[in-house]
């Protein structure tokens, strides 16, 4: 089935550096990713749908110089969490879906999350 | 707006069924999925519906009605493992996902 990595799993940052998320689908292309972010005890919100070749389309709300997304290629998509600060301590994920199937799911295949802790 | 409305949490006996519903008012409707969430870890899926009707898989089944905006998760034989948050989710007109709170299962042995 369709797998999708992410790294780091966690990271422990200082308040103000940048933090450099990796999204990778391993056995299919991605023409699009998705950012996805939770808070404790909270469901997930989307960030940025991330295109391959194009800019990344942001949420309402979400500031696209904060967050920078980049999708260099077709199974890559980076996410970047500049001068961080603790309020943007959160579990980040993304997600992608490889193309659909006969049931016409399109079914969303997660990577395991990145937890950012800003100090 | 859009909403989705799950229980936020729900307790159940290791070898009972538990029923987790989830109600729904979205623009359009293009599909709607459950998703579990161990703490902690990403979601994975568990299942898809886009007709009415029950879908079973294994232990798990899930039904939807679109005319009532209803669905709900179906756990049977529940096991310790099954302890975890279960997401709904609906993919709306614009086939965007529109997600739940999730609801978080607690099995008790």
């Known amino acids: 089935g369709a797998v999708v990595s992410q790294h780091p799993s966690w990271v422990i940052c200082k308040s103000g550096t940048s933090v450099k998320i990796e999204c990778r689908s391993l056995?299919?292309?991605?023409?699009?990713m998705f950012w996805y972010r939770q808070f404790p005890k909270q469901s997930l919100m989307l960030m940025a749908t991330?295109?391959?070749?194009?800019?990344?389309?942001?949420e309402q709300g979400v500031e696209k110089d904060k967050f920078l997304i980049n999708h260099a290629s077709l199974t890559l998509s980076t996410l970047t969490v500049t001068s961080a600060h603790p309020e943007d301590s959160s579990f980040y994920i993304c997600?992608?879906?490889?193309?659909?199937?006969?049931?016409?799911?399109?079914?969303?295949?997660f990577g395991a999350g990145s937890r950012l802790t800003v100090l | 707006g859009q909403n989705i409305d799950q229980p936020t949490e729900m307790t159940a006996t290791e070898g009972a069924i538990v029923q987790i519903n989830c109600t729904y008012q979205?623009?359009?409707?293009?599909?709607l999925f459950w998703y579990q969430q161990h703490a902690g870890e990403a979601p994975t899926f568990l299942s898809y519906?886009?007709l009415d009707g029950l879908e079973e898989k294994g232990r798990f089944s899930s039904f939807l009605s679109r005319s009532k905006g209803y669905s709900y998760l179906l756990l049977k034989e529940l096991q310790m493992k099954d302890s975890a948050s279960y997401l709904c989710?609906?993919?709306?007109?614009?086939?965007?996902?529109?997600w739940g709170a999730g609801t978080k299962l607690i099995i008790k042995p």
């Open positions: 997600s992608a879906s490889n193309g659909g199937s006969s049931s016409g799911a399109n079914v969303l295949t």
């Open positions: 056995d299919f292309q991605a023409t699009t």
């Open positions: 991330s295109n391959e070749g194009s800019k990344a389309t942001y």
């Open positions: 979205t623009s359009g409707f293009n599909g």
């Open positions: 519906n886009v």
């Open positions: 989710a609906v993919r709306d007109s614009n086939y965007q996902l529109i």
